[in-house]
């Protein structure tokens, strides 16, 4: 039989659960089952220093904030191939290994784990003391790019993504075990695998007993004597490994029956899946066949031409010269050369007629399927000329009118009720200016600074207008804005609103309330749609509050942009908006200080 790599991964959740993890794997504490008379090996790491020591180590000197409360502080990866490659001539041999193969598996899997975890692998065990070699590894689980803990990014966090990301670790294992001889597993079986914790506690469940002469007690003999002398018999300990590993054995066989069976299982479906893709891409071939041009040498055959046997590439007849090269043509005219380019085109110059003469005669040659084709390949021809000519519409933002500013100036402040010398502030880094219809201009860049398009709001009396500039590119650009920290440091929170009003009625509010600009470095962004969110970034960053109106827009909107920022928090403004929440807290704070001077008011 042919040995299968074996791998799980578990999660410590506390510093508690990293020394008890070591308890066993470090053998401070009686593990039953494990052969004292047999040594184990580390392969990764110190012997000087504790588990849990080693993991605060790591993580205190890579990351950059304190871990989360749930945060998965070390995971545990168990490596092991099954008993028939250990002892391929008795798989039932426990305790038992071909020393040779043993050190191949070792060496592999410690190869492995650097490989693909480095600095972050502190340690990797090897056993030898149980029933089969296999290997306890410990990963502190950072990102290197956003220096956090992230177990499931690593390994991943829902169901879905565990499989996923599980039977690609399996994968990337059972490559680097092949050349051993070791295979991987069933790929996509439904059965259940043996937990990291299960495994524990099979493993140090109490194993069956066999009644024999030796295990009578001697005379005068006390209980705990007694005890110590039946431990320490080579017999019943060789008796108790063989007894756990044929219970082990049992179990293997029943999840093989389980797995056989939701193989079979599965095999069906993918039979049936198989099925209908080769069903899908026989239409799809049939659409694509229908999106080619008519070979250029069958209309070329008969509108009476014939080919060149000396020169394959070119075709003669009624006074034409023309070289065929794929969809394109060119006529070698005595000083000068004509060409053009699919069936239509060749047959107005074969036949020296117009557009509608030449549908005509495909019409009569190829039959309404001909022409269809041969029309929807003019009309991509001229589509991807007219793209590649045509120049390419730029944006241009409205010009500024500063002489409009004070009346912007005086609705950001009175109406909405933001801060004057904020709004001075953004309007002093041109983001937000007037244009001479009285709009407010509010600047969208992208992540680089670079202005990509504009969102205008009406301010006036007669102007109620309120959206985008022609031209605005709304997925490459947002109005956004970065408010604390130093100005050199990386992003560590952003706020996602409705719109740029929305945004600086948020930032207001957290300025007001912290009584200045927040320590945190935060970006405030307008997102009106999910269809605009730079998702790669926001994963980047550790905290995303997702601020959108209480309504059912806004409300929908939150929804659709958290179900692809996992680690997002919704809030939500105790008004319909955030601005109409700034102006009613705004309303209240010079209540409150007019009847208690001198004392702030909590939002």
């Not at 966090?157 to 039977?167: D, T, V």
């Not at 390949?377 to 009118?401: C, G, H, M, N, Y």
Request: hydrophobic share 35%.
């Amino acid at each position: 039989m042919t040995g299968l790599a074996i791998l799980r991964v578990g999660k410590l959740k506390s510093f508690g659960n990293v020394g008890g993890s070591e308890a066993h794997t470090a053998r401070l504490q009686e593990t039953t089952n494990a052969d004292p008379e047999k040594t184990n090996i580390r392969l990764i790491g110190d012997n000087d220093h504790p588990l849990e020591e080693i993991v605060k180590t790591k993580i205190a000197s890579s990351t950059k904030h304190k871990p989360r409360k749930n945060a998965v502080l070390c995971s545990e990866m168990f490596l092991s191939a099954s008993p028939e490659y250990f002892r391929p001539h008795d798989p039932s041999l426990a305790g038992e290994w071909d020393n040779h193969r043993m050190l191949d598996f070792a060496n592999t899997s410690k190869n492995w784990l650097i490989s693909n975890y480095s600095h972050k692998c502190v340690r990797a065990e090897l056993h030898l003391d149980e029933a089969t070699p296999h290997i306890h590894a410990y990963i502190v689980p950072v990102n290197d790019k956003t220096k956090q803990l992230s177990h499931n990014e690593m390994f991943g966090g829902s169901a879905k993504e565990c499989r996923i990301k599980l039977s690609k670790l399996q994968d990337s294992y059972a490559v680097a075990l092949a050349p051993l001889g070791i295979e991987r597993g069933v790929k996509g079986s439904k059965a259940s695998h043996t937990k990291i914790k299960e495994y524990y506690q099979a493993v140090n469940s109490k194993p069956l007993t066999l009644e024999l002469q030796r295990l009578e007690p001697i005379l005068g003999e006390t209980a705990q004597r007694f005890y110590t002398r039946i431990k320490a018999d080579p017999v019943i300990q060789t008796l108790d490994h063989q007894l756990a590993d044929r219970q082990r054995a049992i179990e293997h066989e029943q999840r093989a029956v389980q797995n056989a069976l939701a193989s079979e299982r599965i095999r069906q479906q993918q039979e049936t899946r198989i099925k209908q893709l080769e069903s899908e891409n026989w239409d799809l071939r049939q659409q694509t066949e229908k999106l080619r041009d008519l070979p250029l040498e069958d209309v070329a055959w008969l509108l009476g031409l014939d080919r060149d046997h000396n020169q394959p590439g070119k075709w003669r007849g009624q006074g034409n010269n023309i070289n065929i090269d794929g969809s394109k043509f060119y006529e070698f005219a005595p000083g000068e050369q004509k060409g053009g380019g699919g069936a239509i085109d060749l047959v107005m110059h074969v036949n020296k007629c117009n557009y509608a003469q030449a549908i005509a005669w495909l019409y009569d040659n190829f039959g309404e399927a001909g022409v269809e084709k041969a029309v929807i390949a003019q009309d991509r021809k001229i589509a991807t000329e007219f793209a590649q000519l045509e120049p390419r519409p730029q944006f241009v933002p409205p010009s500024a009118d500063e002489r409009q500013w004070h009346k912007i100036e005086n609705y950001l402040t009175q109406k909405r009720e933001l801060l004057p010398s904020f709004i001075q502030a953004v309007h002093e880094q041109g983001l937000i200016y007037a244009d001479e219809q009285q709009n407010a201009v509010f600047l969208m860049r992208n992540l680089d600074g670079e202005t990509t398009g504009a969102f205008l709001k009406g301010t006036g009396e007669d102007n109620s207008f309120q959206g985008y500039v022609k031209e605005s590119k709304r997925t490459q650009g947002w109005f956004h804005l970065k408010l604390g920290g130093e100005q050199n440091r990386e992003i560590e929170k952003v706020v996602l609103c409705q719109s740029p009003i929305e945004a600086m009625s948020f930032a207001t509010l957290e300025m007001e309330v912290q009584q200045g600009i927040p320590k945190t470095r935060t970006m405030y962004m307008a997102v009106d749609s999910p269809k605009s969110l730079p998702v790669e970034f926001l994963q980047t960053v550790r905290a995303v509050e997702v601020a959108y109106d209480n309504d059912d827009l806004g409300n929908e909107t939150a929804r659709m942009i958290m179900e692809q920022l996992h680690h997002a928090t919704r809030v939500k403004p105790k008004g319909k908006d955030w601005n109409e929440t700034l102006c009613a807290w705004r309303k209240q704070q010079n209540k409150h200080r007019r009847e208690h001077p001198g004392q702030g008011l909590e939002l």
